[in-house]
């Protein structure tokens, strides 16, 4: 059984685009990390991303994490668990 999903990306068929407002930006977010986070894309370009970059992306989730979501929150959402 899969405890992550990615069904947003296959459903959605409204506007990808952003500055139009806050409701289709939030969307494509949605539909970016999404398509940004399939394997096969990421296995290719992971390999192309400098040490800096990597580091830059690490920091950049890590403060949306810690910024927005509780301790709880973090293991239940992203964790994918219920463990503190």
């Known amino acids: 059984m899969n405890i992550h999903s990615h069904e947003f990306v ?9 500055g139009l407002d806050r409701e289709t930006d939030e969307k494509t977010i949605i539909y970016y990390l999404q398509k940004f986070s399939d394997d096969t ?5 992971i390999k192309r991303m400098s040490d800096t970059e990597l580091e830059e992306v690490f920091n950049f989730i890590n403060r949306l994490l ?3 979501l509780s301790k709880p929150e973090y293991h239940s959402l992203f964790l ?3 463990h503190e």
């Open 10 to 18: 296959e459903n959605y068929d409204e506007l990808v685009g952003f």
């Open 41 to 45: 894309l990421l296995d290719s370009l």
């Open 80 to 82: 994918k668990n219920d």
């Open 66 to 68: 810690k910024t927005h």
